[in-house]
Structure formats: structure tokens, C-alpha cells
């Protein structure tokens, strides 16, 4: 069966500090792999979306970007983060159409 | 630009009070609609997906039905442990993202 895991799960991260979060799934050979944020109140916002090795598509203009250097590897990354990067952080995977969630970093920006 | 609304935003229930819950949508192309169940801290867990009209789906205590322009999540005889947040998202048109509503938070009391 396939699993998703997502590190670390919590994060406390001071203004202008970088950020790396990982994300690997098991079980499945090249998976459509997403990051989205949940910020409270709102609904989920997708980040990125991969389709293959080094295929990263961006919805959102922003300072954070994403890499995929392996099939089931999928990494969210800042150079500097912002108070407003804080949130919950969830990674994806697919077949078809259904996606299957990870079980989110809670990013903390102070 | 796919739109989903879900009412109501909270519902109270006490134990074994069998309600709804409504998800409108409006896309273009409907490829599917998903249902997805979230508790506190945690990832979405995948509950059902729908792809035609007068389509239902059922898992224990809950049933899920679709029509043209909304899906219901009918909840029967709830229990405590059925409290969490529902969580409705559409995948249409041409577009290969999710679009999500935001959620509602479903509270069982014994």
C-alpha cells in the first residue's frame, strides 16, 4: 500500500530564516506529487505541482519554490521566509484524479 | 474559474441526529467531485469521489450524493467519533488542480 510522509511535523521559524520541508512517498512509481498551504479560515491553496523528476509547475507567485530531485521526493523550500508563510503545510500524491494527503508540517513564522 | 461553497460553515449534532451537509459548485466540466474528511492537526483522509449526477457513494454512516450543481453528505446516526471537518473539492474542465471549499466543521455530541 502506498504512504505518504511529510517532515518535521512542527517547525518554529524566526523572519528572513530558510526553509526546507520534505515530503516522500512509498509504494507508488511516479506519482503526481502537490504542496499546498491551509491557512486558517481559508481553504487549501496549492503551492506546486509535479508530474515527473525536475517538473515543477507554480500556482502562486511567491518566495517559496519546490524540487523534485527523485520520483518519490517532493521538497518545499524559502530563502527567506515571511511572517505570511506561516501555516499548514500538505503534501500530496495522485493516480487518476484523487489525491492523497500527507499529514502536514505546521510552519510557524515569528 | 472553478468555484465550491459548502454550508453550513459549523454544525452542532447531538449523538444519532442525522443531517446534511451541502457542497455547491460551479465548473466546467465536472471530472470529479471529492469528499475528504480532516481532523484537527492531521491531513485530509480521502473519504469518496463522484463523477456523474445521480451518483452515490456510501461508507458506514455516510452517503454521498451528487447532482448537476451541489453533492450532499449525508451523515447518519452520528457518533462522537465522526467529528472533524468535511472537506468538498472539484476537479474540472481542462484544469488539473483541486478546488477546495472551506470545510465544514461537523461536531458530534454525546
Known amino acids: 500500500s502506498q504512504t505518504i510522509h511529510q517532515w518535521p511535523a512542527t517547525l518554529v521559524q524566526p523572519v528572513g530564516s530558510p526553509l526546507s520541508l520534505e515530503c516522500t512517498v512509498e509504494?507508488?512509481?511516479?506519482?503526481?506529487l502537490y504542496w499546498y498551504r491551509q491557512a486558517a479560515g481559508r481553504g487549501l491553496q496549492l503551492l506546486f505541482y509535479s508530474v515527473g523528476i525536475g517538473q515543477i509547475s507554480s500556482e502562486v507567485p511567491q518566495n517559496l519554490s519546490a524540487s523534485r530531485p527523485q520520483d518519490r521526493q517532493f521538497i518545499l523550500s524559502s530563502k527567506k521566509l515571511l511572517l505570511s508563510d506561516s501555516g499548514f503545510y500538505l503534501c500530496?500524491?495522485?493516480?487518476?484524479?484523487?489525491?492523497?494527503f500527507g499529514p502536514g508540517t505546521r510552519l510557524t513564522v515569528l | 474559474e472553478d468555484q465550491v461553497t459548502q454550508s453550513p460553515e459549523a454544525l452542532r449534532l447531538q449523538e444519532g441526529e442525522s443531517s446534511s451537509l451541502n457542497c455547491s459548485y460551479t465548473?466546467?466540466?465536472?471530472?470529479?467531485l471529492f469528499w475528504y474528511r480532516q481532523d484537527p492537526g492531521k491531513g485530509p483522509e480521502f473519504l469518496f469521489t463522484?463523477?456523474?449526477a445521480g451518483e452515490e457513494k456510501e461508507k458506514e454512516r455516510l452517503k454521498a450524493t451528487l447532482t448537476k450543481k451541489e453533492s450532499f453528505l449525508h451523515i447518519t446516526a452520528p457518533k462522537p467519533e465522526d467529528s472533524a471537518t468535511y472537506l468538498c473539492?472539484?476537479?474540472?474542465?481542462?484544469?488539473?488542480?483541486?478546488?477546495f471549499g472551506k470545510g465544514t466543521l461537523l461536531t458530534v455530541n454525546p
Open positions: 465548473v466546467s466540466g465536472l471530472r470529479g
Open positions: 500530496a500524491w495522485s493516480e487518476g484524479d484523487t489525491q492523497y
Open positions: 463522484l463523477y456523474s
Open positions: 509504494g507508488t512509481s511516479n506519482p503526481n
Open positions: 473539492a472539484v476537479f474540472g474542465g481542462s484544469n488539473y488542480k483541486l478546488t
